[in-house]
Every structure is written in structure tokens, then in C-alpha cells.
T-cell receptor
Framework: DQQVKQNSPSLSVQEGRISILNCDYT??????FLWYKKYPAEGPTFLIS?????DKNEDGRFTVFLNKSAKHLSLHIVPSQPGDSAVYFC???????????FGPGTRLSVLP | DAGITQSPRHKVTETGTPVTLRCHQT?????MYWYRQDPGHGLRLIHY???????DKGEVSDGYSVSRSKTEDFLLTLESATSSQTSVYFC?????????????FGPGTRLTVL
């Protein structure tokens, strides 16, 4: 039973538009969340994080929103660029833990 | 970029043979992890280490063993490889309490078991 879900395996958006990637979790003990980006033949790279004490965190074109009551987070990329085409993983960690649980990933394609 | 290397980067082996994958870090991070990535499953934790000679099982540890005799090296061993262990394996490191609270990943090892 997946504790972290990314229900959209793939997403296509036009360059310059907003990309919204969604993630849902089931474990209410999760209190720290991250997004990773992965290009083919490379390891995942950290993108942005959010703690459960916040509901929003921004870093340049990337914003992560957290809705604790719905156990849902989303990553917004504005504006989307072709170089953003990659697989995006959502990950969560429970209070006091050091290990992360990863979602299955969403493949984003940004079309020129 | 965090200094993490994995070797080999690609390996093809036969069912029943032993395989060892190596992860080497130059960051002196205490925690090291082995994941496997499979379509539809994302990254699943196999084993992790929280110090030299200190290891524990992850979500999918059956058929795998690990060893950590030095801070910088974390070995993953498949005692008798099976086709279900065909996957891409990633090593990661982290250091609790640091400003950037995240895991840093190596480039991956693609393993094919025939």
C-alpha cells in the first residue's frame, strides 16, 4: 500500500505555461516533504522542500503548496521551460525519522 | 554537487551469480542508503546505514545484504541474483541536522539479470 501517491504518471504542458504536479500521502505522521527531479541516466536531484509548519514554500520558478488537512501537496512550475522535462518524485518523512518514502513519479514534458 | 560515485554503472549478470555494487562518498555523511527504481514504484528503500557497521533493513530488503566498514563506502550485495532484481540502483547520502535537510543521490547502477 503506497503511502505516497502521484496519481498522474505523465503530464504535458506548453512552454511558458504553469505545470502543476500533485502528490497525496496517507500517513499523518509525515511532517517533511520534498520534491526531486530526475533526468534520464542520472540520479534524482533535490528541488524544493516544505515542512508541515508551513503551507507554502517558494524558490524561483518553483512553489510547493501543502494542504495538511487533505494530505495533499503540489508543485507549481511557472513558467515551464523545456529543460523542466523530467520525472518528478514526491517524498515524505515522518516525525523523528531519517528515511524518506517516495512516490512513483510523474513524467513532465514541456513542449516548445 | 555532492561527491557520490557508484560502481559499476552498468552490469549484466546471470541468474544465480553473486553481485556487489559499491557506493563511495567524499562528503563524510553519516547516513547512506540503497534504493531501487522500478516503473510504477518510484524509489524503494532496500537498506540503509546510520554509521560504520550500523545498518538496517528498508522496505524491499529480501535477497539483499549490505556492509559498511568505512564511512565513505556502502556495499550492496545480491547473494544470488534473480531476474526480479533487474533494476536501476541508486545510492544516497544524508547528514541529519544540516541546513539542507535532504538526501543526495549518486548517478545510479543499471543491473540486468538474465
Amino acid at each position: 500500500d503506497q503511502q505516497v501517491k502521484q496519481n498522474s504518471p505523465s503530464l504535458s504542458v506548453q512552454e511558458g505555461r504553469i505545470s502543476i504536479l500533485n502528490c497525496d500521502y496517507t500517513n499523518s505522521m509525515f511532517d517533511y516533504f520534498l520534491w526531486y527531479k530526475k533526468y534520464p541516466a542520472e540520479g534524482p536531484t533535490f528541488l524544493i522542500s516544505i515542512s508541515s509548519i508551513k503551507d507554502k514554500n517558494e524558490d524561483g520558478r518553483f512553489t510547493v503548496f501543502l494542504n495538511k488537512s487533505a494530505k495533499h501537496l503540489s508543485l507549481h512550475i511557472v513558467p515551464s521551460q523545456p529543460g523542466d522535462s523530467a520525472v518528478y518524485f514526491c517524498a515524505a518523512r515522518r516525525t523523528g525519522g531519517q528515511n524518506f518514502v517516495f512516490g512513483p513519479g510523474t513524467r513532465l514534458s514541456v513542449l516548445p | 554537487d555532492a561527491g557520490i560515485t557508484q560502481s559499476p554503472r552498468h552490469k549484466v549478470t546471470e541468474t544465480g551469480t553473486p553481485v556487489t555494487l559499491r557506493c563511495h562518498q567524499t562528503e563524510n555523511h553519516r547516513y547512506m542508503y540503497w534504493y531501487r527504481q522500478d516503473p510504477g514504484h518510484g524509489l524503494r528503500l532496500i537498506h540503509y546505514s546510520y554509521g560504520v557497521k550500523d545498518t538496517d533493513k528498508g522496505e524491499v530488503s529480501d535477497g539483499y545484504s549490505v556492509s559498511r566498514s568505512k564511512t565513505e563506502d556502502f556495499l550492496l550485495t545480491l547473494e544470488s541474483a534473480t531476474s526480479s532484481q533487474t533494476s536501476v540502483y541508486f545510492c544516497a547520502i544524508s547528514e541529519p541536522g544540516t541546513r539542507k535537510d535532504t538526501q543526495y543521490f549518486g548517478p545510479g547502477t543499471r543491473l540486468t539479470v538474465l
